[in-house]
């Protein structure tokens, strides 16, 4: 009768343990949710599409109030697209390497205040333009963040690509040192898409 006695007070001794253990992670479960965003932004790979390389093929514009000194690379960014936050990276090789030769400018779906925040979170050296509007990206047909249009001094769309690649980043790189008359640079792509990759659409939430 003692051994059971024993036996049972342990059982509910270690039943209140586990009732305790479970109560102490279900509230840092609780706590943690409530930490959490309600909604955060999960960085999702988003491919280019045939119809997105056709429909970028086919574009004629121009912006002629960004006509300058030199070819103008345009880099059309998404707030609060983790994608974007990736490419900056990369376009930042190519304005180290040409920076002296070409203007660069980062175009925004939002107001200056973000635009500055981005700024400062990417360390880009460019300026980064509010475009809430979505002016200048809608009459270059970008629909999404990480495309990217090369324009000659007098504004007029040279080429545009819908994402970033190796490949792309070579071909922008070539052409770039064509109009600016330099010798081509070379640019370490490792950490580049080897796929034609773009960034979060304009039209999403």
């Known amino acids: 009768m003692r051994l059971g006695l024993f036996h049972w007070t342990l059982a509910i001794a270690l039943l209140a343990w586990i009732g305790i253990l479970s109560a102490m992670y279900l509230r840092s479960e609780v706590e943690a949710a409530v930490a959490r965003p309600s909604n955060p932004r999960q960085k999702e790979v988003h491919y280019v599409s045939p119809r997105q390389l056709i429909v970028a093929g086919s574009v004629r514009a121009s912006a002629p109030e960004l006509a300058g000194d030199g070819p103008l690379v345009l880099v059309f960014v998404k707030a609060d697209c983790p994608c974007s936050v990736e490419f900056a990276e990369y376009f930042a090789l190519l304005e180290r390497a040409y920076g002296s030769h070409a203007r660069f400018l980062g175009v925004i779906d939002a107001d200056s205040t973000s635009a500055e925040r981005f700024r400062q979170e990417t360390g880009v050296a460019h300026v980064i333009r509010a475009d809430a509007e979505l002016s200048l990206i809608r009459r270059f047909h970008a629909e999404n963040g990480g495309y990217v249009a ?11 690509w819908p994402g970033v690649s190796r490949e792309m980043m070579q071909q922008l790189g070539h052409r770039l040192a064509q109009m600016a008359g330099v010798a081509e640079q070379p640019l370490d792509l490792a950490r580049v898409p080897t796929v034609l990759t773009t960034g979060c659409p304009y039209d999403s939430q």
């Not at 324009?151 to 007029?156: A, F, I, V």
């Open 150 to 160: 090369l324009l000659t001094s007098d504004g007029t769309l040279d080429t545009l």
